[in-house]
């Protein structure tokens, strides 16, 4: 069975310019949850979807936005990036909710924001 | 808020010694604990999780302990190895949502 898969993989943008990260979860799992991993702040929960609809977000600006669509595969989007967004954005799925089950994470996509 | 404080954020421990990590959480409703495991480079894997109807749970050489009263629950880790350094994060479901430390960065030096 395949696992989580977040493409690109690494990625390096300018200030100002706007990224778009992919995630395609495990085959079956309906919940897609989306992670900013910085050095000293844990894992930040950005939002997550669950059958094409966004069940909850965290506390970030309305810079950052996603989608799911039908196949559960799901993007995220940052707008007019700032420095502060370089981190490692981890994408999981599961079968359940985030708030119930277990997450299968992704490696991860390392944006560098220059 | 909706917090997850996470103590202490590095931990270093000689080989076959134990190890533990403490969390505490702000939402009395909260009822889903589980702790991540990440190896250097790697993705963040369940090593193993409790619910609010435990006071505690064990797999091995790992355990978790729940103390819903004070809002707090902790991870146990005895005999440890060399393959358990790694960072460590405990989480809370809070409003719907998993709620994360901030992490521990554990050492095993052999």
């Not at chain 1, 690494?10 to 910085?38: A, D, M």
Request: charged letters at 20%; proline letters at 4%; a positive charge.
């Amino acid at each position: 069975k395949a696992g989580v898969t977040q493409t690109p993989r690494y990625l390096i943008k300018t200030r100002g310019q706007q990224v778009t990260l992919s995630c395609s979860p495990i085959s079956g799992h309906r919940s897609v949850s989306w992670y900013q991993q910085t050095p000293g702040q844990g894992l930040q929960f950005l939002f997550e979807y669950f059958s094409e609809t966004q069940r909850n977000k965290g506390n970030f600006p309305g810079r950052f936005s996603g989608r799911q669509f039908s196949n559960s595969r799901s993007e995220m989007n940052v707008s007019t990036l700032e420095l502060g967004d370089s981190a490692l954005y981890l994408c999981a799925s599961s079968l359940i909710p985030v708030n119930t089950g277990e997450l299968f994470f992704g490696e991860g996509s390392r944006l560098t924001v220059l | 808020g909706e917090n997850v404080e996470q103590h202490p954020s590095t931990l270093s421990v000689q080989e076959g010694d134990s190890a533990v990590i403490k969390c505490t959480y702000s939402d009395s409703a909260s009822n889903y604990f589980p702790w991540y495991k990440q190896e250097l480079g790697k993705r963040p894997q369940l090593i193993i999780d409790i619910r609010s109807n435990v006071g505690e749970k064990k797999d091995q050489r790992i355990a978790v302990t729940l103390n819903k009263t004070a809002k707090h629950f902790s991870l146990h880790i005895t005999e440890t190895q060399p393959e358990d350094s790694a960072v460590y994060f405990c989480a809370a479901s809070m409003g719907g949502k998993l709620i994360f430390g901030q992490g521990t960065e554990l050492s095993v030096k052999p």
